[in-house]
């Protein structure tokens, strides 16, 4: 897709309190034959690529400095496809995961850009839907511990599972129990303190081979530094690394999209909510379009206006 090119001068997006990991590598072999030539992350979702979904959640919570980290073979795409993130009002940024080492690892591939910042790792994978208030709001508090975010879902055994106290306290997390202790599945959102680097750099691999981050989030979870906010009925949660997971967020992405003016992960329409984006430059980025239903429905957004209270008219970097 082409895409005009902001004004030159400068750093888009000063140095934030809070910046972003994109974590989309892996093998994606669980939806073999179909990432056998093009990744996971690019398989399309609906009417949109995989990756735009979690971006735009990024996005949505208000993090502007974002890290790409995928494999060798689909960073290319993945640089033709979002570019560096300019015209969104974002700074993107990739890097490589050679091989699969596990969540936790992003954030040892990621250690450098960090910095001294606070941190929102976010999987490829995910595709979340509703309100991001619970998001914005664990950004804008700043603290140097851990958030991690649950829902509640009918076979928690193929996820993270956190257990609850009688007072609703976290007391335990478990990586893909046979039994679980609760139905509160970790789904694929974290958000870390500047340590987080360094406590990932501790981590020895699992029988998987793999640095888990559940035992990054149990590290925090034993020394008091873990919040966990649990996401209710009015938020829709995806992990679509599997076919039945692909098929099922496509549908519902479709049912959302027919029922009201809007798109479902657009990174476009986020940047555009979030006031990084006036409206002379989605106009520009939607002119730049090939006729298309994607196309259309941008150019209604715009025709449209925002929704009362939708349109965030700032440029401050969190």
């Not at 005009?4 to 000063?14: E, F, K, S």
């Not at 990739?94 to 910042?117: E, N, T």
């Not at 309100?131 to 991690?148: F, Q």
């Amino acid at each position: 897709m082409v895409r005009p090119t902001p004004p030159a001068g400068g750093r888009l997006v000063n140095r934030a309190q809070t910046c972003g990991i994109l974590l989309a590598g892996g093998l994606g072999t669980r939806l073999l034959p179909m990432t056998a030539i093009v990744g996971k992350h690019l398989q399309p979702i609906y009417n949109k690529p995989m990756i735009y979904y979690p971006l735009a959640t990024l996005m949505g919570a208000g993090v502007r400095r974002i890290l790409l980290i995928t494999t060798a073979r689909d960073r290319p795409h993945f640089e033709a496809l979002l570019g560096d993130g300019r015209a969104w009002g974002v700074e993107l940024s990739y890097a490589v995961q050679d091989v699969p080492r596990g969540i936790a690892d992003a954030l040892r591939i990621g250690a450098r850009f960090i910095g001294g910042d606070r941190v929102m790792l976010v999987l490829g994978d995910n595709v979340l839907h509703g309100p991001l208030d619970v998001l914005r709001a664990a950004v804008a508090a700043r603290g140097d511990g851990a958030t991690i975010f649950a829902c509640a879902v009918a076979d928690p055994s193929c996820f993270g599972v956190v257990e609850f106290d009688a007072d609703q306290r976290p007391i335990s997390l478990e990586e893909r129990p046979a039994r679980p202790r609760s139905k509160w599945a970790v789904i694929g959102i974290y958000l870390y303190g500047p340590d987080a680097p360094r406590l990932a750099a501790t981590l020895e691999p699992s029988a998987r081979g793999e640095l888990e981050i559940t035992d990054l989030n149990r590290l925090y979870l034993e020394a008091g530094r873990l919040k966990v906010h649990r996401l209710g009925h009015d938020v829709a949660w995806f992990d679509t690394g599997t076919p039945d997971g692909l098929l099922d967020a496509g549908n519902f992405v479709r049912a959302c999209e027919a029922r009201r003016a809007g798109l479902v992960g657009s990174p476009e329409e986020a940047a555009w909510q979030r006031g990084w984006c006036t409206d002379e430059g989605l106009a520009a980025i939607v002119d730049a379009m090939p006729p298309s239903a994607y196309r259309s429905a941008l150019e209604a957004r715009l025709r449209d206006g925002p929704r009362p209270g939708e349109r965030q008219a700032t440029s401050r970097s969190v």
